[in-house]
């Protein structure tokens, strides 16, 4: 069975740029988060999407934006790239609202 | 706000000690607790999920326990070896908080053969 995908697995870009990255669900699950884990921390909770809906938000400014589909794939969106955005995102999938995550290979996003 | 600990920041044992990693939060109102596992640039792999009304959980020569009420877990590894060197991660999900997860910092485990 296939695992959480993520797209693309490495990046970089400008400042002031927009980056759109990419996750795959394991199938059958329905609900899908994102995280940002900056070098030597614990991962830090941005979105997360519950049939299509969102969920929850963490304490992220409004440069970064997301959406699930309807095959509950999902997109992260940042606007206007800082320095500072430059990290490891990593999405998480889980059946339902509150159970059991597994997450993807990350996308290492490095913004020059 | 729900905060996580994870005692010590760094470890490195010899091949086949048993040891134990810490994990503390502030929160005791939790969901559940998960354990993860992390190689060097690489995503997470999920170890042991611990429910609530839970003690413990084990799998393989891990076993993970929660003692809720004091904000305390630990992860034991048995028989350490070298592929067990990464960086093992805590984290809470809240009872009013969803899916959000919330991290520790880590423990980064070195295994020397």
């Known amino acids: 069975d296939a695992g959480v995908t993520q797209s693309p697995t490495h990046l970089i870009k400008t400042r002031g740029q927009h980056v759109t990255l990419r996750c795959s669900p394991i199938?059958?699950?329905?609900?899908v988060s994102w995280y940002q884990q900056v070098l030597g921390q614990g991962p830090q909770f941005i979105f997360q999407?519950?049939?299509?809906?969102?969920?929850g938000r963490g304490n992220f400014p409004d440069r970064f934006s997301a959406r699930q589909f309807p095959n509950y794939s999902s997109e992260l969106n940042v606007n206007a790239l800082l320095l500072g955005d430059s990290a490891l995102y990593l999405c998480?999938?889980?059946?339902?609202?509150?159970?059991?995550?597994?997450f993807g290979q990350g996308t290492r996003l490095t913004v020059v | 706000k729900q905060e996580v600990t994870q005692i010590p920041a760094a470890l490195s044992v010899p091949e086949g000690e048993n040891l134990v990693l810490n994990c503390s939060f502030t929160?005791?109102?939790?969901?559940?607790l998960q354990w993860f596992r992390q190689d060097p640039g690489k995503g997470l792999t999920s170890l042991l999920l611990?429910?609530?009304?839970?003690r413990e959980q084990t799998s393989g020569r891990l076993n993970a326990s929660l003692d809720k009420s004091s904000g305390r877990s630990t992860l034991y590894i048995a028989a350490s070896q070298p592929g067990d060197s990464a960086t093992y991660l805590c984290?809470?999900?809240?009872?009013?908080?969803?899916?959000?997860?919330?991290f520790g910092e880590g423990t980064q485990l070195t295994v020397n053969p």
């Open positions: 998480a999938s889980s059946v339902s609202y509150a159970t059991e995550a597994f």
């Open positions: 199938s059958g699950h329905k609900s």
């Open positions: 999407y519950y049939e299509k809906e969102e969920r």
């Open positions: 929160d005791s109102a939790i969901y559940n």
């Open positions: 611990i429910q609530s009304s839970q």
């Open positions: 984290a809470v999900r809240g009872e009013t908080s969803g899916s959000r997860l919330t």
